[in-house]
């Protein structure tokens, strides 16, 4: 069911308690600023979510709101995941939903990382 992305952040959201450590992901990389772990419902052969360490609801809230360093950061280890996964030469997709039209499910601001294959259209066409 997608969220509204203009409630107060959730303490209790699925991405909070991996972050905290509460509940297990298969982790990719983590520092100061970001985790990175696998999808837990793969839509390519590769599909990483990287979500910024701060309380942030989504890419409005969190450009609005986060500290320059913690953007900096969360950006930079976006790329160096699609580094590390080798899908710089080869080519991938980012992707961030947004509220209802974007089909946002998890309220914590998270970026999709996809790979491994050609990915076909952006949107699915009407
Ligand atoms: P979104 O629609 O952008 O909010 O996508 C949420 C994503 O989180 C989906 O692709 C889910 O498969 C994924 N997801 C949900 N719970 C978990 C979890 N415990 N570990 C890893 N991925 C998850």
């Known amino acids: ?19 905290r450590g509460e509940i ?5 990389y983590e520092d100061d600023f970001a985790m990175a772990f696998h999808d837990i419902a793969p839509q390519a052969p590769v599909h990483v979510l990287v979500v910024p360490k701060g309380d942030y609801v989504s890419w409005d ?3 609005a709101h986060a500290p320059d360093a913690l953007i900096a950061g969360f950006v930079r280890a976006v790329g160096h995941v699609a580094r590390e996964l080798g899908l710089v ?38």
């Open 89 to 126: 030469e080869p080519g991938y997709r980012l992707l961030a939903n947004i509220g209802v039209h974007g089909g946002q499910e998890v309220p914590h601001l998270h970026v999709h990382l996809f790979g491994g294959q050609p990915l076909g259209r952006m949107i699915v066409a009407r």
């Open 61 to 63: 809230d969190f450009s």
């Open 24 to 28: 297990p992901c298969s982790k990719v």
């Open 1 to 19: 069911m997608p969220i509204d992305p203009t409630l107060p952040y959730d303490r209790d959201n699925i991405f909070a308690k991996i972050l």
